[in-house]
Structure formats: C-alpha cells, structure tokens
T-cell receptor, first 113, second 109 residues
Framework: TAGITQAPTSQILAAGRSMTLRCTQD?????MYWYRQDLGLGLRLIHY???????GKGEVPDGYSVSRANTDDFPLTLASAVPSQTSVYFC????????????FGDGTRLSIL | SQQGEEDPQALSIQEGENATMNCSYK?????LQWYRQNSGRGLVHLIL?????REKHSGRLRVTLDTSKKSSSLLITASRAADTASYFC?????????FGQGTELSVKP
C-alpha cells in the first residue's frame, strides 16, 4: 500500500554513536517532515523539506541533520547520540507545504543508553 | 512551543455515547487539523478546517472552529470501541503544523 516507510522500527543505541533513521515515501509528495514525540510534550518538528534539494530547521533541530537528495527519501541523522534524544521519531509528508494533510509513518522507537 | 492545548487530557465513555474534545490555540491560523493516533502507530489525518470555515463533517466526525475564541472542537458521534485512540489538534499558521498534547479517548464496549 502507498505511504511512508520508516526504518528501523526500533533501535537501542549507545550514547556517542551515530545513527541514521530512514524514511521513504511513494506518494511523490513535495514536502517531508521529521517529528519527535515525547510523553507530555506532543509532537515537535525537528527538520523539514519543502522540496527535493532544500531543508529547513524546525522547533528542535539541535543534534540532528537531514538531507533531501530526491523526492522520495528524507533520512534523519544523529551524529553523536545523547540520552535526551530517546524518543519516538515520526516521518511525515504532504503534497505541498502548508494547508495540506500530512501522512505519517509508524515511527522509529529510539533508546539512547 | 505548544500552540494548541487540548481538553480533556483523557476521556472515558461507553460505546454509543458521543465524545467531544476541545482545542484552544494562541495565534491566528490558516487552518486547523485533527489527527488520530492508535497505540504504537503513526498519526492519521481526520479533518482539515480552514480559517474561513465554521463547521465541517466527515462521517461520524464533526469539527467546529471559532476563530474569535481561538478554539475548535471535535465531536465523535455514536462512538465505537475502535475509536479508542489519542486525538491531536494541529494548527497551521506559517505552513508548519504545531501539535497539541492530545486527548486520550477510551471507548468501553
């Protein structure tokens, strides 16, 4: 079925290690987003991309980087993981920036020890 | 920063009853969206209501928007056990969504 695929579904990572969370969409959406979801804080935007080749910072970008080499893929990288980055990470996409519903993947549950 | 605040944080009802969830926000918006999240899954879009609209329906869902009060409500009629989930409002003012903390709905059979 069409949608967003995130990998891995879960991961335990030692502090200081690097990790790339993968996100692929097959809907040919222009805009893509990364959120983290923490208990009591809801979803917060980490980074976004309005179209292939462009990226922007969200509300909580520190410690994370993204790239958008093509329309379908939007990987999120933690260069040197810290325990405060333990969270559930969701990738989403929309047809265009703003005013459109977003489609979400099922998330990556990441624990930093 | 949280734009939307949802009320109540948790709601428990019997199957067949109606469920109402409220969302308040602080700044002017272009549109407001409601999403559902089942346990362990991603968010699913339910309804988008634009700032010039007052009410929108989709099946058993009814959303209202009062821009003068900066508030919205989601009504689920004739609830079912399958409606058990967390419900989030999200405001769009600059092309980015800002999510509330959600209402956890439990529908008991």
């Amino acid at each position: 079925t069409a949608g967003i695929t995130q990998a891995p579904t879960s991961q335990i990572l030692a502090a200081g290690r690097s990790m790339t969370l993968r996100c692929t969409q097959d809907m040919r959406h222009n805009a893509m987003y990364w959120y983290r979801q923490d208990l009591g804080l809801g979803l917060r935007l980490i980074h976004y991309s309005n179209t292939a080749g462009t990226t922007g910072k969200g509300e909580v970008p520190d410690g994370y980087s993204v790239s958008r080499a093509n329309t379908d893929d939007f990987p999120l990288t933690l260069a040197s993981a810290v325990p405060s980055q333990t969270s559930v990470y969701f990738c989403a996409s929309s047809d265009s920036q703003g005013g459109q519903p977003q489609h979400f993947g099922d998330g990556t549950r990441l624990s930093i020890l | 920063s949280q734009q939307g605040e949802e009320d109540p944080q948790a709601l428990s009802i019997q199957e067949g009853e109606n469920a109402t969830m409220n969302c308040s926000y602080k700044t002017s918006i272009n549109n407001l969206q409601w999403y559902r999240q089942n346990s362990g899954r991603g968010l699913v879009h339910l309804i988008l209501i634009r700032s010039n609209e007052r009410e929108k329906h989709s099946g058993r869902l009814r959303v209202t928007l009062d821009t003068s009060k900066k508030s919205s409500s989601l009504l689920i009629t004739a609830s079912r056990a399958a409606d058990t989930a967390s419900y989030f409002c999200a405001t769009d003012s600059i092309g980015k969504l800002i999510f509330g903390q959600g209402t956890e709905l439990s529908v008991k059979p």
